[in-house]
């Protein structure tokens, strides 16, 4: 039940990016979508167990540790890449003066005239 | 003691950040040259182990096989990074030489070349993840050091597309490591040979070939790649076109082995000649000079994909055709990059003045029109030239499929497509606004964000008004500057940035002169067991005489292309901008056409 509300998030999150014609919605949704996977292997790694992984006496009933560390790795990622992405649509906006992404290709169609 | 291959880069990355900090450009320069040559002199001290088929693997920080990081050279591997590094190298002397790149462009560029040689070395899927990822950063900051609204736009583009793409490769990691519980490569194929192929481990693999394929440029994945390569300026354009695109064909042959009960061959056996072809002509129908270019490494894509069909369950490293797509990966770096670089100095010439068109810089650098030559016969595939072996042994492999005839479309489409190029690089003129671009202020210059810029690459129209108002916007880039006496910029400026591409087109020509030799000397390196005790003729009579209908059937379709009604059609079709939108719902039908194939059909009939 679950992975099928993530899976939800992700359609969501990849239906944005194609169908908001604003840059910003379209940045929010690619993160949506990013997180969703994130989530379905975080939901994997709470199957082994429920607690945090941090040995005090002897291992309990922990979630998966390796699945922490993956995505500890791919959440920086997304970060990183949605900082680049945001620096990129305000310049963007500085230079076409919008952020309406049908109107700046549509301006760029007309350059390559 | 393998991730010192890695390491090295990373470190001349951070030396040039220091050296830029401190306001000492040469510093920055040299620093990534070091580190540059220390990788290879380090990739060199392996070769007597892995001759002959070894591997090495090294498991970074203890952590060892199941979960941990895993690292793998092997020949194939090798190989891989002592060319693509060396190219790098080449196309880094270009950008030192050209001399007004600041040092961040220089950090950039060794990041990029550390996510690549950690790409071809990583052997497990997670650490790959990582590398696509570091490898996209890189690319994405280097597209857009020009700063124009054009360049912002093609990096937001690819940044869009690629992440979507590493989305879907994410996507596939959770389905393999729900089913197998590991990480490595090698343990996740024995765990699916274990199991069998079940509709869980389809939809992993169509999900990371859908990642694989939006680094690479398959088909339905390729929307990116046009408006990124002829956006980024030309020595960028090498490197990436020339360099990390054909890095993810090594990922390629890494994930190739871990789904053997797959139908990926019938797979690759449409798709391959089909990103050929569709290549091919999306080349002959662009009119910019870069685009080109950049829609025939899609097409070379698309035959390096169709090595992949010949394999039909066999792993790739046991055949010929791995030392033949290696051969052709090879050549197509070397030419690309060539081409490239040989636009970067083209449109930054300072010769004598007045230049009024490449007629008269041609005549005035004879040697490089050759290199341009050496590069355009190596792509298209002519004998005695670079593309030509690998291609040939593909083909021929290929050849009992129905859709081998895409591929022989392709090549003629390639050869109308450049014989376009060369006439357009002929008539054009140099001293354009927008190729001095990036003497004005990029993006890490932090100069007048809010400029409007640029009409893009045109034919023949030249606005000789805009170059006037242009050039009092900012005074140094005056008519005298290219009456400047060459002595004053040192011998290095003038004639440094030729060397790279001397030596790019020498190693074209040294690819193809003796292809029997090279194929040998390859297989036995791999150590690959060939069915047959010899590669086939290549220079049989046969294949001479494809060539020459290649050859012709090119020069017709580019006279066919030439004349008014098929230009004014094409020039209908070229009005429509395929935009963002359309690429990414191309992405994803494309994962969803995969997916369900592999579903209904998860092993080969």
């Known amino acids: 039940m679950n992975e099928i509300l993530v899976g939800l998030l992700f359609v969501i999150g990849i239906g944005g990016t194609i169908l908001k014609p604003n840059l910003l919605y379209k940045i929010i949704s690619l993160s949506i979508a990013h997180s969703s996977v994130i989530i379905l292997f975080l939901l994997l790694g709470a199957r082994a167990g429920s607690e945090a992984p941090i040995l005090t006496d002897g291992a309990r009933k922990i979630v998966d540790p390796t699945v922490q560390a993956l995505m500890l790795t791919a959440i920086v990622v997304g970060v990183c890449v949605t900082a680049l992405a945001l620096v990129l649509a305000v310049r963007l906006y500085r230079i076409y003066g919008t952020l309406d992404l049908g109107e700046i290709e549509k301006r760029i169609a007309e350059e390559e005239q | 003691m393998i991730s010192i291959l890695v390491l090295l880069p990373l470190l001349g990355a951070a030396a040039a950040l220091l050296a830029a900090t401190i306001h000492r450009p040469r510093l920055a320069y040299a620093a990534g040259f070091l580190s540059l040559a220390a990788t290879l002199v380090a990739a060199s001290c392996w070769r007597s182990c892995l001759a002959g088929g070894g591997a090495i693997h090294e498991s970074v920080g203890g952590w060892s096989e199941p979960l941990g990081i895993g690292l793998t050279l092997d020949g194939l591997g090798w190989i891989g990074i002592i060319v693509l590094v060396g190219i790098s190298l080449f196309i880094y002397g270009h950008i030192v030489a050209e001399g007004h790149s600041p040092p961040s462009v220089v950090f950039f560029f060794l990041l990029a070349v550390a996510g690549m040689v950690g790409l071809i070395l990583a052997d497990d899927i997670f650490n790959m993840f990582v590398m696509f990822e570091i490898l996209s950063l890189a690319s994405y900051l280097l597209i857009a050091v020009k700063g124009s609204g054009r360049a912002f736009y093609a990096s937001l583009r690819y940044l869009i597309l690629s992440t979507v793409g590493m989305t879907f490769f994410l996507l596939g990691i959770f389905v393999l490591y729900r089913e197998t519980g590991v990480l490595s490569l090698s343990l996740i194929a024995e765990a699916i040979r274990a199991r069998g192929a079940t509709p869980g481990i389809a939809v992993a693999a169509a999900a990371i070939l859908a990642g694989i394929g939006t680094r690479a440029a398959f088909f339905p994945f390729h929307g990116w790649l046009a408006e990124a390569h002829s956006q980024a300026p030309h020595p960028i354009s090498a490197l990436l076109s020339g360099v990390l695109l054909n890095s993810g064909w090594f990922v390629m042959v890494r994930m190739m082995p871990i789904f053997p009960l797959l139908s990926l061959s019938t797979i690759f056996e449409v798709l391959g000649p089909f990103t050929a072809f569709f290549g091919a002509c999306g080349a002959l129908l662009v009119t910019d000079k870069k685009k080109i270019l950049a829609m025939s490494s899609i097409a070379q894509m698309g035959i390096l994909l169709t090595a992949f069909a010949g394999m039909g369950g066999t792993e790739l490293q046991d055949s010929l055709l791995a030392a033949a797509a290696l051969y052709q990966m090879m050549s197509h770096a070397l030419a690309k990059s060539l081409l490239f670089l040989s636009l970067g100095i083209l449109f930054s010439a300072e010769g004598p003045c007045p230049i009024r068109s490449f007629r008269e810089l041609f005549r005035q650098m004879p040697l490089l029109s050759l290199c341009i030559c050496v ?63 990036d003497e004005r202020g990029n993006l890490f210059g932090e100069r007048d964000a809010k400029r409007n810029t640029t009409a893009p690459h045109r034919i023949a129209e030249e606005e000789r008004g805009d170059q006037e108002a242009n050039l009092s916007e900012k005074g140094e880039i005056t008519e005298g500057a290219c009456c400047r006496n060459p002595k004053e910029k040192g011998w290095f400026s003038t004639w440094g940035i030729f060397l790279p591409s001397l030596f790019l087109a020498c190693g074209c020509l040294l690819v193809g002169w003796m292809p029997r030799l090279g194929l040998a000397v390859f297989t036995s390196f791999l150590g690959l067991r060939l069915e047959s005790e010899e590669i086939p003729p290549l220079f049989a009579p046969a294949a001479l005489l494809e060539t020459m209908g290649i050859l012709m059937g090119g020069v017709v379709l580019w006279r066919v292309t030439l004349q008014p009604r098929v230009e004014a059609a094409l020039d209908r079709f070229r009005r429509r901008f395929f935009g963002l939108d359309s690429a990414t719902l191309a992405v994803m039908g494309g994962f969803v056409a995969l997916a369900a194939f592999l579903w209904r059909w998860p092993i080969p009939p």
């Not at chain 2, 016969?377 to 895409?406: Q, T």
Request: aromatic share 12%; glycine share 12%; charged share 15%.
């Open chain 2, 375 to 437: 590069g355009v016969l190596s792509l298209v595939g002519l004998p005695l030239f670079g593309g030509f072996p690998g291609k040939r042994v593909i083909s021929e492999a290929a050849g009992d499929s129905p859709f081998s005839s895409f591929l022989g479309g392709a090549s003629v489409a390639t050869v109308a497509a450049f014989l376009r190029w060369c006439f357009l690089l002929w008539n054009a003129s140099p001293h354009r606004r927008v190729d001095r671009q």
